[in-house]
C-alpha cells in the first residue's frame, strides 16, 4: 500500500520561506526517485524539484535557485526548502515519485496525496 503526506504549507509574505515535508510510506517510493509537484487553480500540475536515488536533482525553470529539494532515504521522507517565495509560487504542493517514473507508469499508476497549501501575499 501507498501512502503520501504532504506537510509545511501555509501563509507567507513574499520574500519568506517555508519547508514542505513529505512522508512516503511503501517501497514503491523508497526503490524510486522522487518529485516535489505544484498545481495553481486553473494551471496544469507542473513539476518543482526532483532528486533521484542517486541523489542528482533538477529544478524547474522558475525555481531558478530558490528552493533546495532533499531525501532522507533512512526515513523515507523528502523536503523542499523554498526561500525568496513570490506570489506566483501560490499553489498546491505534491509529492510523488519522479517524472520519469510517472511517465513509465501512466494509466497504471494515478496516486497523489492531499497536497499541502503554499500561500504567498504580495
Known amino acids: 500500500q501507498v501512502q503520501l503526506v504532504e506537510s509545511g504549507g501555509g501563509l507567507v509574505q513574499a520574500g519568506g520561506s517555508l519547508r514542505l515535508s513529505c512522508a512516503a510510506s511503501g517501497s514503491f517510493f523508497s526503490s524510486n526517485g522522487m518529485g516535489w509537484y505544484r498545481q495553481a487553480p486553473g494551471q496544469q500540475r507542473e513539476l518543482v524539484a526532483a532528486i533521484t536515488r542517486g541523489g542528482s536533482t533538477n529544478y524547474g525553470d522558475f525555481v531558478k535557485g530558490r528552493f533546495t529539494i532533499s531525501r532522507d532515504s533512512a526515513k523515507n521522507t523528502v523536503c523542499l526548502q523554498m526561500n525568496s517565495l513570490k506570489p506566483e509560487d501560490t499553489a498546491v504542493y505534491y509529492c510523488?515519485?519522479?517524472?520519469?517514473?510517472?511517465?513509465?507508469?501512466?494509466?497504471?499508476?494515478?496516486?497523489w496525496g492531499q497536497g499541502t497549501q503554499v500561500t504567498v501575499s504580495s
Open positions: 510523488n515519485v519522479e517524472p520519469r517514473v510517472l511517465a513509465i507508469m501512466k494509466g497504471r499508476y494515478d496516486y
